[in-house]
């Protein structure tokens, strides 16, 4: 079954603490991103990569960091230094050439 | 600076009625415009998208008006259904930067019975 996986769905995080958030694509797609959804809000653009070993920071993206060792994997690390990390973080995928993106089901990060 | 401004913020509709959703764009390379729907907790999903070359596309209750001179392109629900109630954003993108989307604000519909 084809598609972008998530994981954790849940995840908490304690102060002061990295967390790294899982996304896996099946889709053979050269490009993948990771977005930031506060409630009520739009999407915001963190991390963004077109090819293997090759990112580039969207709005923003303090706080963060990415990396892209594999087609199919885009890790993104929440650290310490993002003071406001709570929020619903998508990860999605297109193709070049194509204008499609494709998005996963997202992961609820939650600072306790 | 928001590539793409995206209103209403919220939008309530009758069952039955014509939801309109509006997008405005100011980089003419932009030469893809589609439309996600998200429901509460899920990520979005493409709904129709549209490129420049036409001025309207339509797919079932779903239509897009595009207007190229004008920089605007809207989203319109036929015969809302309760089951349409979710946010909705409209996007932007270009090869010329490497496909990277341009999302609107978002707009949450609810469709009342």
Redesign the interface.
């Known amino acids: 079954d084809g598609g972008i996986t998530q994981s954790p769905k849940y995840l908490f995080r304690k102060e002061g603490q990295n967390v790294t958030l899982s996304c896996e694509q099946n889709l053979n797609h050269d490009a993948m991103y990771w977005y930031r959804q506060d409630p009520g809000q739009g999407l915001r653009l963190i991390y963004y990569s077109q090819i293997v070993n090759d990112f580039q920071k969207g709005d923003i993206a303090e706080g963060y960091s990415v990396s892209r060792e594999k087609k199919e994997s885009f890790p993104l690390t929440v650290t310490s230094a993002q003071k406001n990390p709570t929020a619903f973080y998508l990860c999605a995928s297109s193709n070049t050439g194509r204008n499609n993106i494709y998005f996963g089901e997202g992961s609820w990060l939650t600072v306790v | 600076q928001q590539q793409v401004k995206?209103s209403p913020q919220s939008l309530i509709v009758q069952k039955g009625g014509i939801s309109i959703i509006n997008c405005a764009y100011e980089n003419t390379a932009f030469?893809?415009f589609?439309w996600?729907q998200q429901f509460p907790?899920?990520?979005?999903?493409?709904l129709i998208?549209i490129r420049p070359d036409v001025s309207e596309k339509k797919e079932g209750r779903f239509t897009i008006s595009f207007n190229k001179s004008a920089k605007q392109f809207s989203l319109h629900i036929m015969d809302s259904q309760p089951g349409d109630s979710a946010t909705y954003?409209c996007?932007a993108?270009t090869?010329r930067t490497?496909?990277?989307?341009y999302?609107?604000?978002?707009t949450?519909l609810t469709v009342i019975p």
Do not use: C, V
Request: hydrophobic share 30%; aromatic share 20%.
């Open positions: 995206q030469d893809y589609p996600y907790g899920k990520g979005p999903a493409l998208a954003f996007a993108s090869r490497g496909n990277q989307f999302f609107g604000t978002g949450s």
